[in-house]
């Protein structure tokens, strides 16, 4: 079962209060696909610029992820700067460069028609809609969104919300998008928008995921250092959709071990910056975390 | 197994985004005693004035909850006025007048000097040394505390941490008391105070206990609607030590699960004002819905 990622491949400039990184890979789409490469093949469909470095593209290779829809285009590569709070749930953002992604129209290459697991990550409705109209056919969209989207593409995201399977957003988005304080009416809401399931990301407080039938409550892996937040909810959309593919199980069962093994994969990304936890991560490592996560939270037994 | 609380019996004015409740029953021994009940024989240790009610005692004595040791002085009882911000977890004290508490020492009935279980709710932590002075032999003793005996009576507190076995809090206050901001290092730090297990309440996002040898992660109960946080932390230590007691169970998995259950009898606590939603609860709710926390949870088979 191969997945698609559609998103911002970036230059991150990153200051926590532990320590910072200048230009280092970012972006949303690179984030789920390292998350998600542990499990199943993956395809970005994004756009950097010239002065993209082959190291990072060998990062992306050494992971079997396949870069057909990754467009090199002339200008500079997406850049992001922001800065971190002691309190790691807020950011700022000090600079936000487009670049050569102003203007981007994904287009997918042939062999990417017919996809199976598809995440459109948090760029333009806009985009993610046209994405949507390139696909011949899938099992699965799930896509995530930001507040700008929010408040200055609420039409398009709604034709998006519309067609998709599953929303994956942080609590402030839900309650945003859904105009609820609390947060299982927030869910609700947004379920009546078209979702089948939305995933609320509630960061070190873990995750909730809501459907019509039921609802699954996870914290999350407990850490006694974080030196950089940035990622961790796109690594986790990537282990998750991962796990779903590798399992090809569409039960309830296998889609809460999905959000298990996306949480252990965002508990290794802000182990370090950017995507270094994620470029060392074995496997093996992957499992035995998910053992310890079942140790953390079973009563059952 | 009989459980000991002492702590205070008040009355509470409150004020939330969902309503307000004027001079209703409040205080940390109530609310514990209260979610005690459902699952062994409690006792309190403290005070009232004189214009305390007998619809209040008559609520106790409901309960079965033994009154020996509830002194009545002449003057008024303790009155708390706090209002709650639209993020119910933000909340001012209004008012504070400590009334027949001022000068209070506990003196433990004859009867209730061969404890079993222990709460030490949030009192000045001399009081809490007073009352464990009195205690003959003790099974388990729990303890809780608030940023105003950190900032003023820490060494009192520290001699109390050094006598305990568990210290139950909630995380800014984990943070105050350990000087540490990342929540697994708090609750390590701590651990070397003196005891042996710390429980973190989080709020709507659940508690985690640490211990030297394991961690446990749980998340709240998701409710549509919370009309009044007020007493949910000193039920969840009731609901907890009660289903200790009621289990008779020191292993690591019974704590777990009497976790739980304290967060199942917390969750009905902010249904309503007060003590409204424990005063009509049954033990039936109480054991459904812990099996709706079951499948609220369970990944793992």
Redesign the interface.
């Known amino acids: 079962m191969s997945i698609l990622v559609v998103g911002t491949v970036a230059f991150d400039s990153i200051e926590t209060p532990s320590g910072s990184a200048e230009r280092v890979l970012g972006g949303s789409a690179s984030y789920f696909a390292m998350g998600a490469s542990f499990f199943a093949p993956v395809r970005i469909v994004g756009v950097v610029g010239k002065d993209f470095p082959e190291e990072y593209i060998d990062l992306f290779q050494r992971r079997n992820i396949d870069l057909q829809g990754l467009r090199r285009e002339s200008g500079d590569t997406f850049h992001w700067r922001g800065r971190y709070h ?1 309190d790691l749930n807020v950011r700022d953002t000090v600079e936000l460069h487009l670049n050569v992604l102003a203007g981007f129209v994904p287009r997918l290459p042939e062999a990417y028609r017919d996809a199976e697991y598809v995440f459109l990550g948090n760029i333009d409705p806009e985009m993610q809609l046209e994405v949507l109209s390139q696909l011949r056919c899938f099992r699965m969209v799930a896509c995530d969104t930001m507040d700008h989207w929010i408040h200055n593409s609420l039409p398009a995201l709604r034709k998006v919300l519309g067609k998709i399977e599953m929303l994956v957003v942080n609590d402030s988005e839900a309650r945003l998008l859904s105009g609820e ?5 927030a869910a ?1 809401a947004i379920l009546k928008m078209g979702p089948k399931t939305v995933l609320i990301k ?1 960061g ?3 995750v ?1 995921q809501f459907s019509e039938s ?7 892996y ?5 030196f950089d937040p940035t990622g961790a909810g796109d690594s986790f959309a990537g282990g998750f959709l991962g796990q779903l593919a590798r399992s090809a199980n569409a039960g309830e ?1 296998a889609a ?2 999905a ?2 093994y996306g949480s252990v994969v965002a508990s290794f990304t802000v182990e370090d910056f950017g995507l270094k936890r994620l470029g060392s991560l074995s496997m093996e490592e992957i499992e035995e975390r998910y053992r310890r996560f ?8």
């Open positions: 002691e304080t609390n947060i299982v009416r609700r509630r070190e407080y873990g909730l039921a609802v699954f409550a996870v914290p999350a407990p850490l006694e250092e974080v069962g809460r071990r959000i298990v079942v140790a953390l939270t079973d009563f059952h037994s």
